[in-house]
């Protein structure tokens, strides 16, 4: 069994931190999605329910671990975890079976599950997306972080283009770092 792991954030969120409006995504920029790709080819995503559904589908390359609390949920290949410690213990059992594994778990979504697991998050993958929508009566949203316990670096700027809103990756690494 592999120990000591990394637990990252991958997120887009608009400049109020809203993520999507419950069922999806609320912006569709084709660029992030393959730094996603990039970000967590190899390894697992712990996601919620939700999140699972509004994708439809497991994401090749990568186990999808997903959140949730009814106990007879089940679908083709998905890991089911009822609670973060479970999550986590299948995370790690993934990554030691399977060849070319990368020894980091990523907190893949949506609101709940990054409120459940930011407090053992190492680091933050961010896009943040110049809009600020209200994401309507189920809006997710990116929990608000203290930035005393943060070092936040722009990775890089990109203008907005056409229908393309701007946005930054940014990356944020705790201060006092955490494993799981
Ligand atoms: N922009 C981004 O980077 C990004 C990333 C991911 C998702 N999203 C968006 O976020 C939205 C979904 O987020 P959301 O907050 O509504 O839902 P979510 O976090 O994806 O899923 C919530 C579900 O997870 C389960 N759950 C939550 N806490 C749990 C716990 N402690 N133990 C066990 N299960 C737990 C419950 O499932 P059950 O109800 O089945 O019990 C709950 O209903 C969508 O709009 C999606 O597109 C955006």
């Given at each position: 069994?592999t ?14 931190r ?10 569709h ?5 393959k ?35 009814d106990?007879?949920?089940?679908a083709?290949g ?17 990554i ?20 459940a697991?930011?407090a053992?998050?190492?680091?933050i ?16 949203m990116f ?7 943060w ?15 701007g946005y930054r ?12």
């Amino acid at each position: 069994m592999t120990d000591r792991l990394e637990m990252v954030a991958v997120v887009a969120m608009a400049a109020n931190r809203v993520i999507g409006d419950g069922d999806g995504l609320i912006w569709h920029l084709p660029a992030d999605l393959k730094r996603v790709k990039a970000l967590t080819m190899g390894c697992p995503l712990i996601m919620g329910r939700r999140t699972w559904d509004s994708i439809g589908r497991a994401l090749p390359g990568r186990a999808s671990v997903v959140m949730t609390r009814d106990e007879s949920w089940s679908a083709e290949g998905a890991l089911r975890a009822s609670s973060l410690e479970e999550a986590i213990d299948l995370s790690r059992e993934w990554i030691s079976q399977t060849e070319g594994a990368r020894s980091e778990i990523i907190l893949f979504g949506g609101g709940e599950i990054y409120a459940a697991g930011m407090a053992v998050c190492s680091r933050i993958e961010a896009t943040i997306v110049d809009l600020t929508p209200d994401g309507g009566p189920k809006a997710a949203m990116f929990p608000a972080l203290n930035e005393a316990e943060w070092c936040r670096e722009v990775l890089e700027t990109v203008a907005a283009d056409g229908d393309v809103p701007g946005y930054r990756y940014e990356r944020l690494v705790r201060a006092t770092p955490v494993r799981v």
